[in-house]
């Protein structure tokens, strides 16, 4: 996967067009290779019968058209005559009959093959996407959220028509080709030598034009996906992009980017134009000039006139079904592009993963956990340490607040407690067992979460809570947003519970969507509790009423209590201040303002009187 370097206006630097709409040259875009398409081979062998089927009705296809010649020859050769009048009822009854034939296989090979791209695109999606949700986060700091949708969605349109409606071409083209060179052949051996000298001409382009189309297709697909991302990052943060009146310049840039992935689809487009118009061009010319020879041969009694007749429309049939591998080449070509993106997210590996023998956890969890000499730097921010050296205990049921300045490490300790991150040295345990040993999902099903940056999904009430343990039922979810103090909210909405509540949430207030929150983490009742800034979008009498519900909730449960407002962690069992990634000092809120330094300094600054 490419790792994008971010310029400070937030964009990769690379392909979206600046306003003056310039763009990457496409010349130096990486050309694909076909072998990108056999990473789709073991999503197409899952169904061997459908693909049996298929290519029986192509087969049967393939060989009624051929048969067409066979009787015309004859009709010529002997039917136009008062003593074979009888031949003729018999010769369109047969074509009659191959003509059912074609037409049944013909409509099951369609349907075969193109139950056979849906279903490979279907597959092929719920892969990629299933392996997205694995990856660790680094990976999606790295890339953006819009390029990842483009991938899942336009790469896979590409390659569906490719398994689809141009395999179908393909595979009946291939056939006719074949068939129809052998029985050139059969009818007429020396014809179809000089046919042969015509084939290096009609190969030249395809190879030449073939690595151009590659590459522009490449090209093209990177150009939406920019775009695709430009316009999802916009439109997420719309809010902001009309409180600064940036919707001008914004239209105008994604109006630059679609310019330029249009140009680049233009430049394909005019590629493979060209290649099919060669193509067609010499081989129809050469078949023209075998025939102006073959007719003299007919003539001189060499072959007779349905001879010839024959093997102009196997002529015909190849050379049309050559031309057609031409047009369909292009569209392997941009499948190939395609392929090979989405091979590129299928061989990010994840940076946290579950070790080959996994360490199981104590069950029942006590919620233990240990931070050892534990030094950790992002791995986007270079050898600035986010922790150094933390050494931490927290007993199992106790509630221990995290407090420091912005920048002091805060967030960090959760996130390698969850095992979003592994440290670059010490040991995180929980029960004693570090946790690099074990496998995140199985840690993570003992936490509950409730982050600082909210997220609803678009999707009913009821389904947001049950987020946090999806057998729950009704009653539960109603006690748990009961516990949160958000049923009365709830029940005012028009439906209810089974309101919609729009995507990210946009029907609710920031201190609903934190309650919706909170009652996802209470339903999960999970031994060890994370809360980031858990209250810090209520108004205060719902913060009052949500810390007193969180304060139950908190009994017999190991808590970690990250928070800017220190108001909210007074009654903590433990307060450890944070700085610099290091701990400058621990103890009861009480104790901490007594001995002064950082905390007592952050205390007088939020609340000047209460801290007296």
């Known amino acids: 996967m490419r790792k994008r370097r971010q310029n400070g206006d937030g964009s990769d630097g690379r392909r979206v067009p600046d306003e003056a709409g310039e763009g990457t040259d496409p010349a130096q875009s990486r050309r694909p290779r076909l072998k990108p398409l056999a990473r789709l081979l073991p999503f197409l062998l899952r169904y061997r019968g459908h693909l049996a089927c298929a290519l029986v009705s192509l087969v049967i296809a393939a060989g009624a058209t051929l048969a067409i010649p066979l009787a015309v020859r004859r009709m010529i050769d002997f039917g ?7 031949l003729i009822h018999q010769y369109f009854a047969t074509l009659l009959g191959v003509a059912v034939v074609l037409a049944l296989a013909s409509a099951a090979r369609l349907y075969f093959v193109s139950w056979l791209g849906e279903r490979v695109v279907a597959d092929l999606r719920i892969a990629v996407f299933d392996h997205l949700t694995r990856l660790s986060l680094p990976f999606f700091e790295a890339t953006r959220s819009g390029e990842l949708m483009s ?72 150009m939406l996906a920019d775009s695709a991302a430009f316009a999802a990052e916009r439109l997420g943060a719309v809010r902001v992009l009309q409180a600064f009146t940036e919707e001008r310049r914004a239209s105008g840039t994604f109006a630059a980017a679609t310019e330029a992935a249009f140009s680049a689809a233009r430049q394909r487009t005019g590629a493979r134009a060209v290649l099919t118009a060669c193509v067609i061009l010499i081989t129809f010319g050469s078949i023209i000039g075998v025939l102006w020879y073959g007719a003299y041969a007919v003539l001189a009694g060499r072959m007779t006139g349905g001879a010839l007749s024959q093997f102009v429309l196997y002529a015909a049939f190849a050379a049309g079904a050559l031309g057609q591998l031409s047009q369909v080449w292009g569209e392997v070509q941009a499948a190939a592009g395609a392929a090979e993106r989405l091979g590129e997210l299928m061989d990010a590996r994840p940076e946290i993963a579950v070790p080959a023998a996994p360490l199981p956890l104590p069950d029942p969890l006590r919620g233990e956990i240990g931070f050892e000499d534990v030094h950790f730097s992002y791995p986007s921010r270079g050898t600035d340490r986010a922790l150094e050296g933390l050494s931490l205990s927290v007993a199992p049921g106790e509630t221990v607040a995290i407090v420091g300045p912005s920048g002091a490490g805060k967030s960090t ?37 409730v982050p600082q940056e909210t997220m609803i999904f678009s999707a009913s009430i009821a389904e947001n809570i049950r987020y ?24 005012a909405m028009p439906e209810g519970y089974g309101t919609l509540v729009g995507e990210r949430g946009a029907m609710l207030s920031g201190g609903q969507q934190q309650r919706i929150a909170i009652a996802r983490a209470i339903l999960r009742d999970a031994p060890i509790l994370l809360l980031d800034e858990a209250t810090s979008a209520l108004d205060a009498e719902s913060e009052t009423l949500v810390q007193a519900a969180l304060e139950r909730l908190m009994r017999g449960r190991t808590t970690l209590v990250i928070a800017h407002r220190l108001a909210t962690v007074r009654n903590a069992d433990r307060i450890v201040v944070l700085d610099h990634g290091q701990i400058a000092a621990e103890g009861r809120h009480e104790e901490l303002m007594a001995r002064g330094g950082l905390y007592a300094r952050l205390a007088r600054l939020q609340f000047m009187d209460e801290a007296v």
Do not use: C
């Not at 068939?179 to 046919?195: K, N, Q």
């Not at 969850?418 to 003992?446: C, K, N, W």
């Not at 109603?478 to 049923?487: G, T």
């Open 80 to 86: 136009f005559s008062a003593d074979n009048a009888a």
């Open 151 to 222: 991938r899942l969605t336009a790469d896979t349109t590409q390659i569906k028509a490719a398994f689809g409606a141009s395999a179908s071409i393909a595979l009946r083209n291939l056939v006719m080709f074949v068939g129809a060179a052998v029985m050139m052949a059969v009818t007429s051996p020396w014809l179809s030598a000089l046919v042969l000298i015509a084939i290096p001409f009609i190969v030249l382009p395809l190879v030449l034009f073939g690595r151009r189309v590659r590459g522009l297709s490449r090209f093209a697909q990177d």
């Open 413 to 449: 300790v959760l996130n390698l407690i969850l095992r979003f991150y592994d440290p670059q040295s010490g040991r995180v345990l929980i029960d004693g067992v570090d946790i690099a040993r074990t496998d995140p999902e199985m840690l993570r099903r003992h936490m509950a979460l």
């Open 468 to 491: 946090g343990r999806p057998e729950a039922g009704e009653e539960e979810v109603r006690a748990a947003a009961r516990a949160a103090n958000a049923d009365g909210f709830i029940e």
